[in-house]
């Protein structure tokens, strides 16, 4: 089975970066696509964004397009989401997640997704 590991979260400000990082301990192949969830303090867990083996399939919630970038790195069974121009409403609990398919479109949400990780705490101050 994977098993999946999330690191780099921390304290940032506002309009600042941070990148996250999802370590396999398991090799990842073509069937998985990998995707991010984020889970704030009284809300659902909700899909953040996600992509496939070959990187051609991806999709974001609109609350992050053109701030967050998902990248995966299938040599070293990485995956990693750039969050750049954060907003304190981006503070969370992170989760990295595998899902059984190769379209980024058929995991968006969470019922799809069959390991998770412990999650990684994201602060963003203002």
């Known amino acids: 089975q994977v098993q999946l590991v999330e690191s780099g979260g921390g304290l940032v400000q506002a309009g600042g970066s941070l990148r996250l990082s999802c370590a396999a301990s398991?090799?990842?192949?073509?069937?998985?696509?990998m995707g991010w969830f984020r889970q704030a303090p009284g809300k659902e867990r909700e899909f953040v964004t996600a992509i496939n083996w070959s990187r051609f399939s991806t999709y974001y919630n609109d609350s992050v397009k053109g701030r967050f970038t998902i990248s995966r790195d299938n040599a070293k069974n990485t995956v990693y989401l750039q969050m750049n121009s954060l907003k304190p409403e981006d503070a969370a609990v992170y989760y990295c997640?595998?899902?059984?398919?190769?379209?980024?479109?058929?995991?968006?949400?969470?019922?799809?997704?069959?390991?998770w990780g412990q999650g990684t705490p994201v602060t963003v101050s203002s």
């Open positions: 398991g090799r990842i192949f073509s069937s998985y696509v």
């Open positions: 997640a595998a899902c059984f398919s190769n379209l980024a479109t058929m995991c968006r949400s969470r019922e799809k997704y069959d390991y």
